[in-house]
């Protein structure tokens, strides 16, 4: 759209695999708490289901005026963001996780925190975050060391202490110019994405409270190849 004023306030992506037992208390979370608030919003389900919940979402979509459903081909955390972005009609474009871990008021701290900056990401690194009921295995906490410490700080430069939290918002027009360009479109895109975006644009980073369900989809033998899509796009191999 070229007329900003017909754009929405903000457009929510929350990308969905298998999630039929999670996605609608988020649903109902989110959409509840931006009804009392005076924007206009739609939220995307960009969803790669194989467990039948695209359609109840279809039928929840049906009461819920401001939810759209995006039926996704391939499997890639990235890629259903990236491909919610692509129909999203938001002048600020975000995403979020379907299991609910950052509560809609926490996310809405990214909303006002965007003055002066392209981009207000959530952080669980900070002083001020706080992460409830925390029980990774040892092996995630060790994949997060070395993405947080090997790959975002040594290899891509980004002084960030969480790249991972699945709460982002980005202004349109800085946003759409870096989808062109990603590569890796797995469960840490973040990296590339923030590395590209921080070239163009600023990024602030806000302390939040984050809920752990102790359930994850993270899988290592997935992301030890992405390690790999890392160092190529980091050095343009």
Request: charged share 30%; proline share 3%.
């Amino acid at each position: 759209m070229s007329n900003d004023r017909a754009l929405l306030d903000l457009s929510i992506v929350i990308p969905s695999y298998n999630e039929r037992n999670r996605i609608f208390k988020t649903l109902d979370a989110y959409t509840s708490f931006f009804d009392t608030k005076k924007i206009r919003y739609e939220i995307i389900v960009a969803d790669i289901s194989t467990d039948g919940s695209k359609e109840l979402i279809r039928k929840y979509q049906k009461k819920h005026k401001n939810v759209v459903v995006l039926d996704i081909k391939q499997r890639g955390k990235g890629l259903a963001v990236f491909e919610g972005f692509k129909i999203s009609k938001g002048k600020l474009l975000s995403f979020t996780d379907a299991d609910n871990a950052t509560p809609p008021p926490e996310f809405f701290k990214l909303y006002g925190e965007l003055e002066g900056f392209d981009a207000a990401i959530g952080s669980r690194g900070m002083r001020r975050s706080k992460v409830v009921n925390y029980h990774q295995s040892f092996f995630r906490r060790l994949g997060s060391f070395v993405l947080g410490v090997v790959f975002v700080y040594f290899i891509f430069g980004l002084h960030i202490h969480d790249t991972q939290c699945g709460a982002k918002i980005f202004r349109r027009e800085k946003i759409l110019k870096v989808l062109p360009k990603m590569r890796i479109t797995n469960s840490i895109f973040d990296i590339e994405l923030l590395w590209r975006f921080s070239k163009i644009g600023k990024i602030n980073e806000v302390p939040i409270k984050w809920v752990d369900d102790n359930f994850s989809h993270f899988r290592w033998s997935e992301t030890i190849s992405e390690f790999f899509w890392l160092l190529r796009v980091r050095f343009g191999l």
